[in-house]
């Protein structure tokens, strides 16, 4: 099986990728445009810069070469929702290209290419005979990534995606929702012919669709029967994938050079440009340098790149058992309160060196782990250490009590870590809403690894 | 300055000219400081514009062009949109449809093409500059055929934007007067770097007291297949320009040859990418079964309002841009665009300008126009096309009358940002030429 995936990622710039419209979401339909974005006789396009930066630096972090000088074409195809029925990408000198991207730090896949490209507006059917057109997307700036069909199961094909879209997220600061702005057109063979399902929108959607395929194909395989070459969509309430169009060939876009654009010289611009360390990068390198496992580098930096900074000083100032068992610990539980409570503040050093300096004082036998942990929750959370202290001995005693009533959990929970959660649904019940679950799992955990 | 007779005649003189798609009726001069007039592919807030073509009746452009905007700012008042070949798709401006714009001199015959409306208005209109547009001579050849002064700038010195494209690449906003000094008085106000057009350029100013054309290069295959008439006129001239102490020598070009198919290659697979975009969809009317499909809609619409010429050109440019056929025809297109642009470059290490007759032959009756096969009616662009592929600036001025009296003209090239020189040559030649007017008669 040979899947390979076109990947298009929304670039995050303020204005459109040709003309000044803001890119923000709009209250009503065909209100951010203008005669560029509409393609009104006469209009031309004006490049935001701010795109080929973003090109780059996602061509840097997928390994790719980046050509001296880029330009664009004109793709022309006939469809309503594009405005001026051509559509301008990239096609020859593309930004990047021949790159390799490594999943999981291990299995290479190979990228064919990136080019920048204009995305068209959105067609809406409104019943049988009309269908509405909004141009306000006419014109955001994509980014599309190519890969060689170097992925083997849909599984391994969505494991890659996400852990793209998270790098990509980081390097280009693109905004939360990533789902939204990640499209994705899914090649997938299990013979000779290959078929291709366009437009799946979100992971769990392009691992489904490709399953979907693997068996469709599959059947007709061992059914003696031959797989047509052709486009299809995939139905997300049925989660099957429909025939959209046979193709016995290739559509004739009939490209040109885009002759409103002139050629970019992007040499000096690539080399100026540093991208960040990358989610994927710098769990590998976390693995190699202070021997940590793949899971507990991961879930470092799925919780946050600050938390993952942390990590690394205090790994620095004392070592790294003492960091992972007090950031992967009680400190990773509190991340998201420390986040909220001081969201102005987290980027600079010094709010993090104060759980620093607790951990030393620990380190220097100031205080015990107990204190330690007391103290860096109060920090963190802005509570009041005494109250933090009434909380924590409260849910220490109610789960300890629980324990001595129930000595199997402990020999179970030698086995299986599962065991845990028979603790943690107790405290639950018991005790309603009053302790956030964060906090029970780390009480629970600290207590039952103290008893084994 | 009667401005305000020019006005007032306006309907009358359009009725007999067919100059005019959409002009300003019953006008008022108003405060203006001059009139002009534009050709219609030029958006205008103001009136219809259409360039020339059936499929964008009724559209009124939300923006004026930048051409327009800066004649205005400059105390102009736009009269009108004149006529024009499809899309600028021609040579004798018959292609229109909004009808044929007539001669001055011989209403039997062509004010050229493609921006014919505008020639035949700088001949006829009393004190009027218009703007034409220049993708293959577009402007050289009308002002040929209507004997008036025509200069099409280096690429990038005027905007492009509000131009409706036909070969991107090469299209030119340009003048067109009566009056050499109008060319002076008002290239300067439409030129200059436009942040609404990626393609005008950071460009050295026009420095109109600046040297003038000391020697002329004539390339000896721009001298086959001119008619008589015109090889008289020509000839003359060159005593002329000698009288002037102007040094002119015959050299050797082979890029004439190559210029031709490569610029249709090019014109043609800009222009139908543009072209795309008129689908009945968006702008001007809309008509016919919406209930089809789209692709259906979109060719029954293309295929009622495109004319002939817009079709062949459509057609002949996908070809040229199709897999499989574009190495061969618009790559390589491409490289004979460089060849002979390095070729102008050598000669203009030597000389300051190439001098070609503009036309091969005067201003052809309709029923002659009608006769010729496309390919011939392309071929009578050889003289003007090259320097349109090379990007560099040129004039054409009248140089002579045939028996009948139609005008001939001749055409410089100079090398690119160096209009300057083409100016002061416009003006000088006014002085020593014994240009005719129309008869204008009412």
Redesign the interface.
Known sequence: MKIGLEIHVQLPTRSKMFCSCPTTDADAPNTHVC?TC??????????NKKVLEYGIKLAKMLGCTIADTTWFS?K?Y???DM????QITQYDNPIGYGGMYYLNGRTPIRITRIHLEEDPGKTKRVGE?SSLIDYNRSGIPLAEIVTEPDLKTPAEAREFLGQLIQDIRHIIDLPGDGERSIRCDCNISMGIERCEVKNVTGLKNVERALTFEMVRQTKILKAGGKIDRETRRFDEERGVTISVRKKEF?A?Y????E????IYHVKELANSIKIKESPLNRSVRLSKEYGLDEKTAKQLIATSMELTDLFEEVAKATDVQTAKTWIAGVVSANWKAFECRCSEHLEQDSTRNGILEIICKYKAGEITDTECSLEIKAYMTGKDPESVQTESSDLDSIIGEFLIANPEIIEDYRKNDKAINKVIGYVMKRAGGTYSSTDVVCAAKKLLQEKI | MNMQSVLSSLEKTNLRYSMFNDFLKNGEQGNSKFLFSAKDNLTSKDFETCSGSRILEGYHPVFDATAIAKMREAGGKLIGKTNMDEFGFGTFSTNSGFGIPRNPFDLERSCGGSSGGSACAAAVLEDHVSLGVSTGGSICCPASFCGVYGIAPTYGRVSRYGLIDYGNSLDKVGLLSAKASDLSKYLPIISGIDEKDPTSCVQPKLDLKKEKIRNIAIPKEAIDGLSKDVMTAFQSSIDTLKGMDIDVKFIEMPALKYAMPAYYVLATSEASTNLARYVGMRYGHQDGDLSLKFDDYFTYFRSKYFGDEAKRRILLGTYTRMAGFRDRYYAKALNVRMYVINQYKQIFNEYDAVLTPTMPFVSPKFEDISKMTPVEAYKADYLTVPANLAGTPHLSVPCGYDGNGMPIGMQFVTDHWKEDLLLTMANEWDHTFDMKRAEVSL
């Open positions: 005669p509409l393609g009104m006789p006469g209009s031309k396009p004006v490049l004109r022309t006939f469809y309503p405005s001026k029925s051509v005979l290739e004739d009939g490209y040109i050079d002759p409103d654009l002139g």
